[in-house]
């Protein structure tokens, strides 16, 4: 099992960055996936998840309204576009398997910063 993120980068407050995850190695039209992120110091945490369809979504509090999580099941890829950043978003943020909880060894992450 492999997830490949990317689309991180810096950006100002009120910003937008899109990340993505291409994973492989199982059968990702039939798995929820999530969206985490770990910023300093602190303990990784749950940023979204969808479900295989597409269709259930659940999201953090501290980022309802703002992203949005999405998947193409043809391309093997998750999304979480992320709208009005704040500086309390920057962190690494990671994709896994799993909607109500994670399956797989972590990738890599991206990094988003988010400063003015």
């Known amino acids: 099992v492999q997830f490949v993120e990317s689309g991180g980068g810096l950006v100002q407050p009120g910003g937008s960055l899109r990340l993505s995850c291409a994973a492989s190695g199982f059968t990702f039209s039939g798995a929820g996936m999530s969206w985490y992120r770990q910023a300093p110091g602190k303990e990784r945490e749950l940023v979204a998840a969808?479900?295989?369809?597409?269709?259930?979504?659940r999201y953090a509090d501290s980022v309802k309204g703002r992203f949005t999580i999405s998947r193409d099941n043809a391309k093997n890829t998750v999304y979480l576009q992320m709208n009005s950043l704040k500086l309390e978003d920057t962190a690494v943020y990671y994709c896994?398997?799993?909607?109500?909880?994670?399956?797989?060894?972590w990738g890599q992450g991206t990094l988003v910063t988010v400063s003015s």
């Open positions: 969808i479900g295989n369809a597409g269709v259930s979504t």
């Open positions: 896994n398997r799993g909607y109500f909880r994670y399956f797989e060894v």
